[in-house]
């Protein structure tokens, strides 16, 4: 899962197990749910960048080889950066689907609820890290520059 953490979605659509720790091969893991395992590799690779593409160069596993700065960088640019566009997104769509239906459907104020309050937990996690990163590159750049 390493190479391709996009497939993780894919196996969980399908009921797969893959944490575990590669100790099993994809048929096994299809067996123990009773699903073909020739029927998932196809459909697996339906899913997966084609190798050699510019689509696998992106998706493979170059984060397993990255330097740590290099790492905190491209988490910032890449997951922390769509949760900061996504949050108000997600809290805009929830509320109004609340306002909409949430009289016939009061659990909608508890899914409300529980977004903005992973979003209050992640906001100021999200902001530690982008300091303490800022920090760990601003002690590690020369005197002269920092």
């Known amino acids: 899962m390493d190479a391709f953490a996009q497939l993780t979605r894919e196996f969980e659509r399908r009921g797969l197990d893959y944490c575990c720790g590669g100790a099993r091969t994809l048929g096994e ?4 749910i009773g699903v ?16 050699g593409s510019a689509e696998w160069t992106t998706m493979s596993a170059e984060w397993t080889t990255m330097s740590a700065d290099v790492l ?11 949760l900061w566009d996504e949050m108000p997104r997600a809290t805009a ?8 239906h949430g009289a ?18 992640l906001e100021p996690h999200l902001l530690k890290e982008e300091r303490a990163s800022t920090t760990q590159s601003a002690t590690s750049l020369p005197s002269s520059i920092a």
């Open 72 to 82: 905190v960088d491209h988490l910032e640019a890449r997951h922390h950066r769509y």
């Open 104 to 121: 016939r459907h009061p659990e909608l104020v508890e899914v409300a609820s529980c977004l903005g309050q992973v979003c209050a937990d």
């Open 93 to 100: 769509l929830v509320d109004k689907i609340v306002s909409v």
């Open 29 to 32: 893991a299809c067996a123990q």
């Open 36 to 51: 073909d395992a020739e029927a998932t590799v196809v459909e697996l690779g339906e899913v997966a960048p084609t190798p």
